[in-house]
């Protein structure tokens, strides 16, 4: 049993040290490339990103609504991306693998047209 501990420790870290590395060499540098892209061309829109060991978020702010995208590890197996905007809460899991910068800032894209659809579904009401 203990050799069984020993192991999920081990894996535990590992898995900690690989998501880690995908913040600092995959995320922040999507995120960063995605607020100087758009900074500017979001009228009335605010992109800001925030990180530390344990998630990475991109939050778009903008009159009366906010928008996040969130980046975890809860376990050591699984990174889980939710994705927030007023009524819409998705999450996806993937295998770390998965997580790569052409998928990520696919999803940023996503994110970004869903978050505006909702600001002009507010204008017109």
Known sequence: AQKEQENSIENFKLFRQEFNKKIEKIIQPVFYQTR???NDKLFGMTITQASDQDYSSL?????NCTGVLK?????FSK????????????????E????????????IEQFINEFKKEIENDITK
């Open 59 to 63: 939050t778009i702010s903008a009159r």
């Open 71 to 75: 980046i975890t590890a809860p376990g």
């Open 96 to 107: 770390p693998n998965e997580l790569e910068a052409g998928f990520l800032e696919d999803l």
């Open 79 to 94: 990174i889980n991306i939710d994705i927030i905007i007023k009524d819409i809460n998705k999450r996806i899991s993937l």
């Open 36 to 38: 100087l892209k758009y």
